[in-house]
């Protein structure tokens, strides 16, 4: 069973820069599509980033282009989401998550992912 563990979140400051990372065990991340979501406090879960099985492809949220990047390891069976130039409205949890389907990623939605960590919190101070 694919379990998935996020880490790397914490509080800074308007401008700067944190690194999630999601930790796959239990089964290989070869093949599924991955999934970054965050859902603030009175807000729906939204897409931030998605990436495909290959580390060739990548969609992201208008909000993030140009200051977060997802990549994948997949010899260490982890993703990642570099995240700069933060501001204080990304503040949320944040989530990963997986689908089967190597094709999935091109639609950045919660809604079809099947397997999702339990988020780690990001806050950024004006």
């Known amino acids: 069973q694919l379990q998935l563990v996020e880490s790397g979140g914490g509080l800074v400051q308007s401008g700067g820069s944190l690194r999630l990372s999601c930790a796959a065990s239990?089964?290989?991340?070869?093949?599924?599509?991955i999934g970054w979501f965050r859902q603030a406090p009175g807000k729906e879960r939204e897409g931030v980033s998605c990436i495909s099985s290959s580390n060739d492809d990548s969609k992201y949220v208008d909000s993030v282009k140009g200051r977060f990047t997802i990549s994948r390891d997949n010899t260490k069976n982890t993703v990642y989401l570099q995240m700069n130039s933060l501001k204080p409205e990304d503040t949320a949890v944040y989530y990963c998550a997986a689908h089967k389907s190597e094709l999935v990623f091109r639609l950045c939605v919660p809604g079809p992912y099947d397997y999702w960590g339990q988020g780690t919190q990001v806050t950024v101070s004006s």
């Open positions: 239990g089964s290989t991340l070869d093949g599924l599509s």
